[in-house]
């Protein structure tokens, strides 16, 4: 069982930066690859970014490739988000999700998901 919490949401200008986390509870936190979603208003959730359970690997969608990095330190239960150069269109409220897996880009095969954290960028 892993619990996920978001943080570091907000309001953010275009092109400015910002760095959501996910903390996670557990003691094998390093057993579970970990992907970010997000859900505009009125819209499916999609895919932004995945890790793999050691960190080596990152997928990302093509909408954010070369500006999102996503990281974990697996000594912190955390992972990470780095955002940058925002844009308007990002504006969503974040997940993090988890499965005790290989890293996957489909929602649906994630086991565990957080709250959510909302981001909204402003032109």
């Known amino acids: 069982q892993v619990q996920l919490v978001e943080s570091g949401g907000g309001l953010v200008q275009a092109g400015g930066s910002l760095r959501l986390s996910c903390a996670a509870s557990?003691?094998?936190?390093?057993?579970?690859?970990v992907g970010w979603f997000r859900q505009a208003p009125g819209k499916e959730r999609t895919f932004v970014a995945a890790?793999?359970?050691?960190?080596?690997?990152?997928v990302y969608a093509d909408s954010v490739k070369g500006r999102f990095t996503m990281s974990r330190d697996n000594a912190k239960n955390t992972v990470y988000l780095q955002m940058n150069s925002p844009k308007p269109e990002d504006t969503a409220v974040y997940y993090c999700?988890?499965?005790?897996?290989?890293?996957?880009?489909?929602?649906?095969?994630?086991?565990?998901w957080g709250q959510g954290t909302q981001v909204t960028v402003s032109s």
């Open positions: 890790i793999s359970r050691s960190g080596g690997t990152t």
């Open positions: 557990g003691r094998t936190f390093s057993s579970y690859a």
């Open positions: 999700a988890a499965r005790n897996r290989d890293l996957a880009v489909v929602g649906d095969l994630y086991d565990y």
